[in-house]
């Protein structure tokens, strides 16, 4: 059996207090359970640390070799423990971020700056990502995911969720005319995923129900990517709400076939 940190806070208790009655009241235990773990210290060692008289403790030579590597192993716990208290109030180290070059751009660079003003000791590593990785292989503290989660024994924790939109660049519909019906999506380039095939339901109603699956005339695999194209005039895309706010309020991109657009929004985690 191994010896255990409270024989070793025993031990060092009584030769510091100098009786074991003092020793169990500075550790705030019992007389009878600092006795006993002086016990089981001395069997395990196979020796005698200290003699006992009626009117003293005296440490044997061995106890007194012991004695140093004994105060050594309980400074360095207490050292190991303050720095985890050190780094719960100042967070330090590397922190690892994965998420999809969207949400990364548009949604966690903006922060960057004002989370390193706050945690001066983080050393910051951002990765893109477009499709599910091995987040242990990567070492990934934190990965920021978009849509329903896979089933996983990761810990996921929901932080908000964005609405997504059919939407357009003014330049394109001047040139191709504005779709006023779902249908007439058809006769318009569409922009969309290359995968998943999920992210080409389009939240429109119509006949068809509340999701219309688009048929995409140029595919994509990263959602930044369809958001360039849409600005550049080449066509119609869906897009979440996270990465186009901004576009929309300054009339870059505006919205196609609002009053058939199902409230649809992308859970973020």
């Given at each position: 059996m191994k010896t255990t940190l409270d024989?070793?806070?025993?031990?060092?208790?009584?030769?510091?207090?100098?009786?074991?009655s003092a020793a169990a009241e500075q550790l705030g235990q019992t007389v009878s359970g600092v006795s006993r773990a002086l016990g089981r210290l001395e069997r395990k060692l196979a020796t005698t640390l200290l003699r006992r008289t009626t009117r003293r403790i005296a440490l044997t030579e061995e106890g007194h070799a012991f004695l140093a590597?004994?105060?050594?192993?309980?400074?360095?716990?207490?050292?190991?423990?303050?720095?985890?208290?050190?780094?719960?109030?100042?967070?330090?180290?590397?922190?690892?971020?994965?998420?999809?070059?969207?949400?990364?751009?548009?949604?966690?660079?903006?922060?960057?700056a004002d989370f390193r003003a706050a945690y001066p000791q983080i050393a910051l590593e951002l990765d893109t990502d477009e499709m599910n990785i091995d987040l242990l292989a990567r070492r990934t503290d934190i990965a920021i995911r978009i849509g329903a989660l896979r089933d996983s024994t990761l810990h996921a924790r929901p932080l908000a969720s964005s609405r997504i939109r059919v939407l357009a660049?003014?330049?394109?519909?001047?040139?191709?005319?504005?779709?006023?019906?779902?249908?007439?999506?058809?006769?318009?380039?569409l922009l969309g995923f290359t995968q998943p095939e999920s992210l080409n339901h389009w939240p429109l109603r119509g006949a068809h129900g509340d999701e219309w699956a688009a048929t995409p005339t140029i595919t994509a695999s990263s959602g930044e990517t369809l958001r360039r194209?849409?600005?550049a005039g080449a066509g119609i895309a869906c897009l979440s709400d996270f990465m186009t706010a901004g576009d929309r309020q300054a009339g870059d991109l505006v919205q196609v076939l609002a009053r058939d657009t199902v409230d649809v929004r992308q859970p973020v985690h």
């Open positions: 024989e070793l806070q025993a031990f060092t208790a009584v030769v510091d207090t100098g009786s074991i590597r004994a105060r050594a192993i309980l400074l360095s716990v207490d050292e190991a423990e303050e720095l985890m208290a050190a780094r719960r109030q100042q967070p330090a180290g590397r922190l690892r971020v994965n998420a999809a070059t969207p949400f990364m751009l548009h949604a966690i660079a903006p922060l960057a660049s003014p330049a394109y519909l001047a040139a191709a005319g504005r779709p006023t019906t779902v249908a007439a999506l058809a006769r318009h380039t194209l849409a600005l």
